[in-house]
């Protein structure tokens, strides 16, 4: 697939990616910065998806898989309940005992 082909059956597809993008994402400069990522990532496979039967199915399969990795990573670690459990305890044991001693 050369630069022309490339344009004409990827980058016009870049408005509809971006209006995809723009809703998982809910931001809309972490949308841009996601499309340009995606058409760098389909660039780079350009002769894969010249071989592809549905470019556009495999273009919006891209930009969504991006998306949900992009969620992943932007999502918060948690700790299991034992370990939240654990430490509150431990934090307010002294506290549990200073109350005994005054009843």
């Not at 344009?7 to 499309?35: G, I, N």
């Not at 898989?65 to 918060?76: A, F, G, I, R, V």
Request: aromatic share 8%.
């Amino acid at each position: 697939m050369n630069t022309k082909d490339f344009e004409h059956k990827v980058v016009s597809l870049s408005p509809r990616v971006y209006q995809m993008v723009a809703r998982m994402l809910a931001d809309e400069e972490k949308a841009k910065d996601a499309v340009q990522e995606i058409m760098i990532k389909l660039w780079n496979n350009r002769k894969q998806l010249a071989k592809h039967p549905n470019i556009n199915g495999f273009v919006f399969l891209t930009a969504k898989n991006y998306c949900l990795d992009m969620l992943k990573k932007s999502q918060p670690f948690m700790t299991s309940d034992d370990n939240i459990l654990k430490s509150l305890t431990t934090k307010f044991a002294g506290k549990s005992l200073e109350y005994r001693e005054l009843k």
